[in-house]
């Protein structure tokens, strides 16, 4: 009282600012002739309008009135998302095949049918008829001729009868190029997601995802008539620019397009979809017998999606975020044609807003806005680290189950093998659905890092204390434990970014935590590439790494059941909360954005501290 009394006396004196940091309209100048000097001084124009907070808010009135996913052109996008999902499995898992080590030996050049496997090389436990009889006599080779050979006969493994390493005999002195054939792949994945992400944010998900198909066919299909190896890596490198294109415009039109409640389970059916791509590979090559062949196969079923530049539209999310409200309207337009609504169903009066504010200029956000903000770039850091840790150590933990050298496996089979690993992601994939549904993102997250930290320091540390025929077994189950964790970690890393990312970056956000993804994916064929050097102090490092993201998780936020952010100060407002729901009458130690006060009232303390009763204390309580 004494503080507004002040005031009223001293006219007006230094007015309080509202919750969100903006002055009262109410204080205006008071009336009376301008001081002097007056003249002197320019008029600042006043500050644009801010746009209406009912067009802002997406889920709460725009997506309601739209009917939600109940609407049936609503589902049939959905559906529409998740259909490439099956492509995009067939492409990341096709250096598998593509690419696979296969068992090979030299064909003698004397004519006399002398046949001699090259020590070290394949699978030595083939049966008769494709290895020579033991009888024929095998000339002893030292190291510096044992790549001496003119012909090479190959043994596939993968179901094809030629492969690229056959195909230009990519053995001995040139077995380094298939490991840069396999970085071509995941290096355009990271390039990809990292410049489309941005563009996205500029020109929309639908122009991406539409050039994406179109040079994925081109890049793709040329990739299959390649006449050396070095055309096909550098082919490959594009073709994994235009995947990546394709999976973060999807993810990002999946997202934008569910309502809170149902987003999780709808990118995890997307997810089981591209592992069905995954498991249906193998039959897949064994149908198709030539690589040449499977490539072109694998590409060709992009050409449906070049109809989804009549049939999908853009992000009308994206178009509201980003104020193009006359495109929005537009669109809105459609959906309730398409879905058969009346004008009527417009409670809220979304439309009639939306033609107040249809001049207004559109506002693009590049995702380098985000540095100056306080607590998303740390979010999205955060979740960086976390998809990079989990998709990094997810190899050594598959290394220890298949042994430190690359030919010792523990299976002896290249199916068996194969679908163990595709088993274990799918094992991930359907636990992550009750464990988040009952814990959370930022729960769920923090359990799988917690798993994957164990596993990893106790195969590091423990089983060092163990006999050889113990330590083989604990080590396999360790490893079966990460792979399944890990994978987990990396997956909900992904979905957890794109949920607290703002509307209008989150191209750029899902570009960086995919990115990230990718990084981790590349430590695989580096390893691979030097032997297996350094594998130890690889996993040690990702494990420190488990122990930091650990501590880093509790200060994400929780996005359940919580609306998108459409802009930077809406992802600003994802504020940490509490693990664990506070109990009934307990007081919460951590204030949310609703109960924030504003103490700006404090610095006036001087001028008003006669105002307060002398028995008052500081907390209102009167003092004994």
């Given at each position: ?10 006219g ?44 802002l808010d ?5 997506l ?18 998740w ?27 004397d004519?006399q049918?002398?046949?001699?496997v ?12 494709i ?15 044992e ?11 993968a179901?094809?009868?030629?492969n ?17 054939a ?5 290096v355009?994945?990271i ?7 941005c563009?996205?944010?500029?020109v ?12 994925i ?33 999807l ?16 990118t ?33 079923p992009?050409l ?17 975020a980003?104020?193009?409200f ?5 669109l ?29 200029r ?16 740390k ?17 050594c ?7 430190h050298e690359?030919?010792?496996t ?9 679908y163990t690993?595709a ?14 549904g ?8 923090l ?22 025929s113990?330590?083989?077994?604990f ?10 964790s ?18 209008v ?9 995919l ?10 064929p580096i ?10 102090l ?19 936020p929780?996005?359940?059941n919580?609306?998108l ?12 909360q ?16 609703s ?30």
């Amino acid at each position: 009282m004494a503080i507004e009394r002040r005031r009223e006396a001293g006219g007006g004196g230094r007015p309080l600012p509202e919750e969100n940091g903006s002055v009262p309209g109410a204080a205006a100048p008071p009336p009376g002739p301008p001081p002097a000097g007056a003249a002197e001084i320019q008029a600042v124009p006043p500050p644009a309008a801010a746009c209406s907070p009912l067009l802002l808010d997406y889920d709460g009135s725009v997506l309601p009135f739209l009917g939600g996913l109940g609407g049936g052109y609503q589902r049939t996008l959905v559906l529409l998302t998740w259909v490439p999902a099956l492509f995009i499995g067939f492409s990341k898992f096709s250096d598998s095949f593509l690419l696979d080590q296969p068992d090979f030996w030299c064909r003698q050049a004397d004519g006399q049918g002398n046949w001699s496997v090259a020590p070290g090389h394949g699978n030595r436990s083939g049966n008769s008829s494709i290895f020579p009889p033991a009888a024929l006599p095998t000339p002893v080779a030292g190291n510096a001729s044992e790549c001496d050979c003119h012909e090479w006969h190959y043994r596939i493994r993968a179901g094809l009868v030629q492969n690229v390493v056959s195909k230009w005999d990519l053995v001995c002195d040139s077995a380094w190029k298939v490991h840069i054939a396999k970085f071509s792949l995941l290096v355009g994945l990271i390039f990809g997601h990292l410049i489309t992400g941005c563009i996205a944010d500029w020109v929309g998900r639908r122009p991406i995802l539409l050039f994406s198909v179109i040079f994925i066919l081109i890049f793709g299909l040329t990739v299959a008539l390649s006449v050396n190896v070095t055309m096909f890596s550098t082919l490959r490198f594009f073709e994994g620019f235009c995947l990546a294109g394709i999976v973060l415009s999807l993810y990002a039109l999946r997202i934008e397009l569910c309502p809170p409640a149902h987003r999780f389970m709808i990118t995890m059916v997307a997810s089981f979809i591209e592992m069905a791509g995954q498991f249906l590979m193998p039959g897949l090559a064994a149908l198709c017998r030539d690589w040449q062949v499977l490539q072109a196969v694998i590409i060709c079923p992009f050409l449906l999606m070049l109809l989804y530049w009549v049939i999908f539209p853009e992000s009308l999310r994206w178009l509201m975020a980003t104020q193009q409200f006359e495109a929005s309207k537009e669109l809105i337009l459609q959906l309730t044609r398409k879905n058969r609504m009346n004008a009527e169903s417009d409670i809220k009066g979304v439309v009639p807003e939306l033609e107040k504010e249809i001049t207004r200029r559109s506002k693009k956000v590049c995702i380098i806005k985000v540095v100056g903000t306080r607590n998303l770039w740390k979010n999205i850091v955060v979740l960086c680290v976390n998809s990079l840790t989990g998709y990094g150590i997810h190899h050594c933990f598959a290394k220890s189950m298949m042994g430190h050298e690359a030919k010792m496996t523990i299976t002896q089979n290249f199916y068996a093998d194969y679908y163990t690993m595709a088993g274990i992601a799918l094992a991930s994939c359907l636990a992550m659905c009750p464990v988040v549904g009952f814990l959370g993102r930022r729960g769920g997250l923090l359990l799988f890092m917690i798993l994957t930290a164990l596993a990893s320091l106790l195969q590091l540390g423990l089983l060092n204390c163990m006999s050889d025929s113990v330590k083989d077994k604990f080590s396999t189950a360790f490893s079966i434990v990460g792979m399944f964790s890990s994978h987990a970690v990396g997956s909900l890393s992904v979905f957890f970014c794109a949920e607290i990312t703002p509307t209008v970056i989150r191209g750029g956000g899902l570009g960086l935590v995919l990115a990230s993804a990718g990084f981790g994916r590349l430590t695989a064929p580096i390893m691979e590439l030097h032997n297996q050097k350094g594998y130890f102090l690889h996993h040690v490092i990702f494990a420190c790494c488990t122990l930091i993201c650990i501590i880093c998780i509790l200060l994400l936020p929780e996005s359940k059941n919580q609306n998108l952010p459409e802009n930077i100060p809406d992802g600003e407002h994802y504020t940490r909360q509490p693990l664990l729901p506070h109990k009934k009458g307990e007081q919460p130690l951590l204030l949310t954005n609703s109960e924030l006060k504003d103490y700006s009232g404090l610095h006036d303390s001087a001028t008003v501290s006669d105002g307060i009763s002398e028995n008052t204390t500081a907390n209102g309580m009167k003092s004994m």
